[in-house]
């Protein structure tokens, strides 16, 4: 079952803007991970934050994980066209270290 | 170069005839599965392996199987394929609890 959704299903933003998504999942976790796709491709790990971590930050992505609520957010800042891309989380259940994936949101950014 | 090989990139087959997708890792990652991704659904796991002669079923196993006889390879199996498995494929292989690296992918329709 898909632990992980993430929202919004769709985000189209100007070159230069923040995008925000959103993933919220149901059960305790190990780990959560933001992955990229470019359309049709393989899926390329961004990063991975773990359940005593609350923020974490790689270039222009920033990750932060509230366990209370069960939800994690990427922020990618001054987004370029080449953001243009599926972005899905991964979450692994407490003890079990096999990832489960959302659906997705697909981010769309104009030049 | 670190990397999941996956083959075919494209297959075109008939339902009924049966087929095999090679996934093949140079990382000596014990943990590889697959998954199907199709429109609005993101990734579904087919199955998975937590090490040689180890595999379990994911959320959608049926018509489908797997062997892990060594650690590097993965292959999947369709017996009788049906055209309800057109669809992305999806091999990858992590450590225990790490990122995932994936495969390019296989685009199958079954007709």
């Known amino acids: 079952s898909q632990q992980g959704e993430e929202d919004p299903q769709a985000l189209s933003i100007q070159e230069g803007e923040n995008a925000t998504m959103n993933c919220s999942y149901k059960t305790s976790i190990n780990n959560l991970q933001w992955y990229r796709q470019n359309s049709g491709r393989g899926l390329v790990h961004l990063i991975l934050?773990?359940?005593?971590?609350r923020e974490k930050h790689s270039g222009r992505l920033r990750v932060t994980l509230d366990t209370s609520k069960k939800s994690s957010s990427l922020l990618i800042t001054a987004s370029r066209a080449a953001d243009t891309a599926s972005y899905f989380c991964a979450t692994d259940e407490k003890g079990s270290y096999i990832p489960t994936f959302g659906r997705g949101t697909s981010l769309i950014v104009h030049p | 170069e670190a990397q999941v090989t996956q083959n075919p990139r494209y297959l075109i087959t008939v339902t009924g005839k049966k087929l095999t997708v090679t996934c093949s890792q140079n990382m000596n990652h014990e943990y590889m599965s697959w998954y199907r991704q199709d429109p609005g659904l993101g990734l579904r796991q087919i199955y998975y392996s937590m090490n040689v002669e180890v595999t379990d079923k994911g959320d959608v196993p049926e018509g489908y199987k797997v062997s892990r006889k060594e650690k590097r390879n993965f292959p999947l199996i369709l017996e009788s394929p049906s055209p309800n498995q057109t669809s992305l494929y999806f091999c990858a292989s992590s450590l225990e609890g790490g990122k995932l690296f994936f495969g390019s992918g296989t685009q199958l329709s079954v007709l």
């Open positions: 934050i773990r359940s005593n971590e």
